[in-house]
Each structure stands twice: as C-alpha cells, then as structure tokens.
C-alpha cells in the first residue's frame, strides 16, 4: 500500500511540473513580430506610404523592442501593454510613447496616439 503511495505522488508531481502554465506575459501577444507600414488614415480618409515614408516596428517576446525608419533613423525600447488595447514604449533615446493598438479584418496591425484611432498607421506583418 505505501508503494502506490509513493507511485501516486511521484505521478502527481510529475503531472505538476509538466504543465502548461505560460509565466512569460508577452508570449501570447498577438502583434509580435515584424510589422511594416503600409498607409496612414486620417478621419476615415486612407493615403498609402511612398517608398522613402516607411518605417517599421519590431515587438520581441521578451518585452523589448526595436522601431527603424526610411531616413536610417533606428532605435531600441522597452514595451509593456496595458489592457487590450494600450502599449507604453520607452525608447533608449529617452523617449516615451503611448499607443493605441487594434486589428482589422485583413489581419493588420493599427497603431494610433488616440484612444479613439482618428489617426492611425496600418502595418502589415
């Protein structure tokens, strides 16, 4: 009897450890990755981006982050989300940003400095 126990424990404990409890907050956020822009809209009105007008994010699982612009502008920050639809960037130039993010149907990323998105910069992954 002590030994099915001991059996019953030690299958327990295994069961334990090999959970999936996910500790890492950034690992499921859906806009990791590569994300390029594409079009900026400005009260529903919506302008694609010339050639020398991109720039780029990029959200790393480990919370970190880098953005880069046409000009050779690069930069590295630290993000966090607040919410579902809030990120705070702090850049290692000392700048702090808050974005608004959403998704269209397509799939694109929305980034915006208003809550309310009547500006806004389309991504595309």
Known sequence: MKKIYQ??????LGAVSTSCVNNNP???????????????????????????EWHRYVFYSDGTGAYEQADGLRTRFYWDEYGRDRIELRHNDGLHETLYFDFDRAGYLLLSTHRDFRTYFVYHW
């Open 7 to 12: 059996l019953m424990i030690i299958m327990i």
């Open 26 to 52: 950034y690992y499921d956020e859906p806009f990791l990755g590569t994300w390029d822009a594409v079009s900026y809209v400005e009260y529903d009105r919506e302008y694609d981006l010339r050639p020398g």
